[in-house]
């Protein structure tokens, strides 16, 4: 018994130390939004100071390359959420002809090094003599995580009860009825799932802006080039206001699940 409790222990405090390593970048990087720099780079702690949430303003590229990442990730979760629920629903429920092939070429898509994918869609559009800027990289983000979304939605299609649907039908519903009354609302939280990790998966992409961007500067690209001469303390204020809006995502999230059940 003696030996089970010490064991125990010795999970849990594991456990928390993993917890705390994998926090710790995170909590520096909310501390040095808060330093009171003096200098162009923000590496040691200088004191304290509110001044620069006031100054967000201070660098024009960074606030537009922050905006240029939410509204890639924004039309990015629209595109694929649509599209990889329609997906999702089509790979879970039916037996067609090329599915084996489409889900290779998902899992292909997956488990592929971003560096592939960012240099074939490079290629692609240096070779069709297509500008590069925006609209390419909202293509290759939205190629890039719509196999995402779309073996999310399925893995939550397979586990649904036919019978349900089959049950409305015989009540008289209709099929787009029964769609929306019933498989809708069964398969809203692989929806959901599969839309945050696009938007999450957009939002911080590197590797694939990088060679579909052209001149367009999004918030990873801005702080990649910022290295060179200093990162300023707005960039960990705006790295600690995505990171606030992730943790009110997953605390609604856990609330409102818990309420249904």
């Not at 498989?183 to 992409?205: E, K, N, Q, R, Y």
Request: with cysteine; glycine share 8%.
């Amino acid at each position: 018994m003696r030996k089970r409790k010490l064991a125990d222990r010795l999970l849990f405090g594991y456990v928390w130390l993993i917890i705390a390593w994998l926090f710790l970048p995170i909590a520096v990087m909310i501390a040095f939004g808060f330093n009171d720099t003096q200098s162009k780079s923000n590496v040691s702690w200088q004191g304290f100071t509110f001044k620069w949430w006031g100054r967000l303003d201070e660098y024009p590229d960074l606030t537009d390359a922050m905006i240029n990442s939410i509204q890639l990730a924004v039309i990015c979760v629209v595109i694929t959420t649509v599209l990889g629920t329609l997906m999702g629903l089509a790979l879970g429920r039916y037996r067609f002809k090329g599915q084996g092939a489409t889900n290779l070429i998902m899992f292909a898509a997956i488990s592929s090094p971003e560096l592939v994918m960012g240099a074939s869609l490079l290629s692609l559009f240096v070779s069709t003599g297509v500008d590069m800027g925006f609209t390419t990289a909202l293509i290759a983000h939205v190629l890039f995580c719509l196999s995402f979304v779309a073996i999310t939605v399925r893995a939550r299609v397979v586990g649904l009860d036919p019978s349900l649907e089959e049950a409305a039908r015989d009540l008289g519903a209709s099929t787009w009825t029964t769609f929306w009354r019933i498989t809708f609302p069964m398969i809203l939280p692989g929806v959901v799932a599969g839309a945050l990790l696009a938007f999450a998966l957009s939002i911080d992409d590197f590797v694939i802006t990088q060679f579909t961007s052209g001149a367009m500067q999004t918030f990873p690209l801005w702080i990649w080039g910022a290295t060179r001469i200093g990162v300023p303390p707005q960039v960990n204020i705006l790295g600690t206001l995505i990171f606030a809006v992730g943790v009110a995502i997953a605390v609604i999230n856990s609330v409102t699940a818990r309420r249904r059940t």
